[in-house]
């Protein structure tokens, strides 16, 4: 077996493809929304249409520019509307700081398409656009996205937000998605549910029985929501594939480059056969925040050892990491591929004790699946 050692909370697209009407829009986020387009991808002032929330974006669609959407990162742009309740130089350097990681999300893009398929990657291209704004919307997307409100918030008139236009993708009707979840998040999961599947699935050789069948029952313990998938790589040949071609790459990737795909959100990763019947991926928003990476699980580990408080985003970004390298190895090992993501300071926690620091309380009830009446 070939092990690989590298050295914001997720975001989803929403699948909706029709546009919410502007009432309904200005209900979601409390106020109406201009937004003031830049120069350069040649769009006027005009009224966007909310057609899609994840945890870091807003998407917009405007109906006179029907083949794309405008996506707004609030959440990477948070740091320029702190700095107006500090200073003017201190919003000057935040704003500096927004133009680089416009470059940097550029420039991953541009990986993207060279590393993955080609056509599996969406055409799209970053900004900084000067938006409208005002406290009572600021503080409902805050609010709606479950962030701390300071208890110091100067909202300006208008504000460089970064975002990007992407151009908009028809994918077929009968697509669906690969998800992950969070096995630390779902009440329904026991807890030596959780040990064993974190034992197999966190280090590169797994801990536990090496029956395929005992394997795929553990792995569907702490991932339910890859059922689906596991039936399909049972059923579907071409299918398995073409999954364990792409997990190849994602941890390939991952390893070389310090960053997560990111397969947590709904309709982040997709699958749908192609006219001619053969199985197609697309990664419609797969891009992780690149302080999201391998390293955080050190830090972690470290603090929790010597029993220093872990703050809520480190523990949502750590969240995010766990669970990343354990999805990647249990659809490899329901692939039948031989790679794996290992870091080793993963090691450095038991399993309970990962369990026990990686609990968010108020997501508890967010992320356990609802009962079916």
Request: aromatic share 8%; charged share 25%.
């Amino acid at each position: 077996m070939s092990t690989i050692t590298p050295s914001s909370l997720p975001h989803a697209f929403s699948e909706e493809d029709e546009i919410k009407d502007l009432t309904t829009a200005l209900n979601d986020l409390g106020e109406q929304l201009v937004l003031e387009a830049s120069d350069n991808c040649r769009v006027l002032p005009h009224i966007l249409h909310l057609i899609g929330k994840g945890g870091e974006h807003l998407v917009f669609k405007d109906i006179r520019f029907p083949n794309y959407v405008f996506k707004i990162d609030f959440i990477n742009s948070l740091n320029v509307l702190y700095a107006y309740a500090k200073n003017q130089d201190k919003v000057v350097e935040a704003i500096e700081k927004l133009y680089v990681k416009a470059e940097s999300y550029n420039n991953r893009l541009h990986r993207l398409y060279k590393y993955f398929d080609p056509g599996s990657v969406p055409l799209e291209i970053a900004s900084i656009k000067t938006v409208p704004l005002n406290k009572e919307l600021v503080l409902s997307i805050m609010k709606d996205r479950h962030i701390d409100i300071p208890k110091k918030i100067v909202v300006p008139p208008s504000m460089p937000v970064l975002s990007s236009i992407q151009r908009k993708i028809v994918l077929p009707v009968n697509k669906f998605s690969l998800y992950s979840s969070y096995a630390e998040l779902n009440r329904t999961i026991s807890l030596d549910s959780y040990i064993e599947g974190h034992n197999l699935l966190a280090f590169g050789e797994g801990i536990g029985s090496q029956n395929q069948q005992i394997r795929q029952d553990i792995i569907l313990k702490i991932y339910p929501s890859l059922k689906k998938i596991s039936d399909l790589i049972q059923e579907d040949h071409q299918f398995k594939i073409l999954l364990g071609r792409l997990i190849q790459k994602t941890i390939k990737y991952s390893v070389q480059y310090n960053e997560l795909i990111d397969m947590v959100g709904g309709g982040n990763v997709l699958f749908f056969k192609a006219k001619n019947q053969t199985w197609k991926y697309f990664l419609m928003d797969v891009l992780s925040p690149p302080e999201v990476n391998f390293n955080l699980i050190q830090t972690i580990a470290l603090l929790v050892k010597h029993d220093q408080k872990v703050s809520l985003k480190m523990k949502a970004n750590v969240l995010n990491v766990i669970n990343y390298i354990r999805f990647s190895n249990a659809l490899a090992i329901l692939t039948g591929i031989k790679e794996r993501i290992h870091v080793s300071n993963i090691q450095d926690l038991t399993a309970k004790q990962w369990h026990e620091n990686l609990i968010i309380e108020k997501y508890l009830d967010i992320y356990t699946p609802k009962k079916k009446k």
